[in-house]
């Protein structure tokens, strides 16, 4: 199982761009890299899924080294309301999926 | 409406006691699991299935049971609850391998 490393808790301000890295050095060459975003008390929610290089869609941007040994999520112009926590899993199959602790992003207006 | 939906929302039970949580969905999804969160940590999961034949332990699976009744439809059992299995539980479906989960509003459950 790929394990994934990123920095416990974020903080920025409205506006401003965040970039959350992850690092997963084991990485097997079928593995997909997905993020999700969960707000307290609610259930994990799809952001972005890669395999390498970058890829964005209308939330936000994730970005893969030729190494794939790590991957970074790019939030725009982030909000208030992006205040949640991230998480980077890193696998195919589901049932092998572990979700870490994550990322505590705080936004601040 | 709701693309996964689980009932109760809350519930609050005693030690000893057998409860029953339920989970839908509407995406027409083979595979459904259950997780558990607890404070400050992520999710683990309990059990899944791939198919309504299909029933598989994941990483915490003791203590509990699942029924996969209809393709829409998984339930979790706890036999005989305990406090430490007070915890957010979240439904999830998916339509296949490395698939997006979409997850339901959670359970929150407390064993007293």
């Known amino acids: 199982l790929a394990k994934t490393t990123q920095p416990i808790s974020m903080d920025s301000y409205e506006g401003q761009e965040v970039n959350i890295t992850c690092s997963h050095n084991?990485?097997?060459?079928?593995?997909?890299i997905t993020w999700y975003q969960q707000f307290p008390s609610q259930g994990p929610r799809f952001i972005i899924q890669g395999y390498k290089t970058k890829v964005t869609n209308e939330v936000a941007s994730l970005f893969i080294p030729a190494d794939r040994k790590s991957s970074t999520l790019s939030l725009p112009r982030v909000s208030l309301s992006d205040t949640a926590v991230y998480y980077c899993?890193?696998?195919?199959?589901?049932?092998?999926?572990?979700f870490g602790t994550g990322t505590r992003l705080q936004v601040f207006p | 409406d709701a693309d996964v939906t689980q009932t109760p929302r809350n519930r609050i039970t005693k030690t000893g006691k057998r409860i029953m949580l339920e989970c839908s969905q509407t995406?027409?999804?083979?595979?459904m699991y259950w997780y558990r969160q607890d404070p400050g940590l992520g999710l683990r999961l309990i059990y899944y299935?791939?198919?309504?034949?299909?029933?598989n332990k994941g990483e915490i699976s003791d203590g509990y049971s699942v029924s996969r009744q209809a393709q829409a439809k998984f339930s979790l059992s706890l036999e005989s609850a305990i406090p430490n299995q007070t915890a957010l539980y979240f439904c999830?479906?998916?339509?296949?391998?490395?698939?997006?989960?979409?997850f339901g509003p959670g359970t929150r459950l407390t064993v007293t």
């Open positions: 995406k027409g999804h083979d595979r």
């Open positions: 299935s791939f198919d309504v034949k299909d029933i």
């Open positions: 084991n990485i097997a060459t079928n593995d997909y």
């Open positions: 899993l890193v696998g195919v199959e589901t049932d092998k999926l572990i």
């Open positions: 999830a479906t998916s339509a296949g391998a490395g698939g997006e989960q979409y």
